[in-house]
């Protein structure tokens, strides 16, 4: 059974940073691409960020801004996602989700991913 963990989320001031991670079990991790999702209260889950397969894309929502980089190493099974400059409105619970496939589309709908992690807040106090 295929099972994603995220960590990382933390208090942070804005402007700080903060790395988050992702591990997939219970399968060979280069089967999977990657996304990040956030949801904050009362608002609907957002796509972050996607990494694919290999690494070799990558794609953010348009409000990152070049602030977050989404890496991985395949052979560590495990994958971050890099925050910096954060802002208030930063804050939510952020998800990672797998999705086994080799696609190098942007992935950026939650219907594309069929395991989830619990979530992990961050939260950016001003």
């Known amino acids: 059974q295929v099972h994603v963990v995220e960590s990382g989320g933390a208090l942070v001031s804005a402007g700080g940073s903060l790395r988050l991670s992702c591990k997939v079990s219970?399968?060979?991790?280069?089967?999977?691409?990657l996304g990040w999702f956030r949801q904050a209260p009362g608002m609907e889950r957002e796509f972050v960020a996607r990494i694919s397969w290999n690494g070799g894309t990558t794609y953010y929502a348009d409000f990152v801004e070049g602030r977050f980089t989404f890496s991985r190493d395949n052979a560590g099974s495990i994958a971050w996602l890099q925050m910096n400059r954060l802002k208030p409105e930063d804050t939510a619970v952020y998800y990672c989700?797998?999705?086994?496939?080799?696609?190098?589309?942007?992935?950026?709908?939650?219907?594309?991913?069929?395991?989830w992690g619990q979530g992990t807040q961050v939260t950016v106090a001003s």
């Open positions: 219970g399968d060979h991790f280069n089967n999977y691409g």
């Open positions: 989700a797998a999705d086994r496939s080799y696609s190098y589309d942007k992935g950026d709908s939650a219907d594309v991913y069929r395991y």
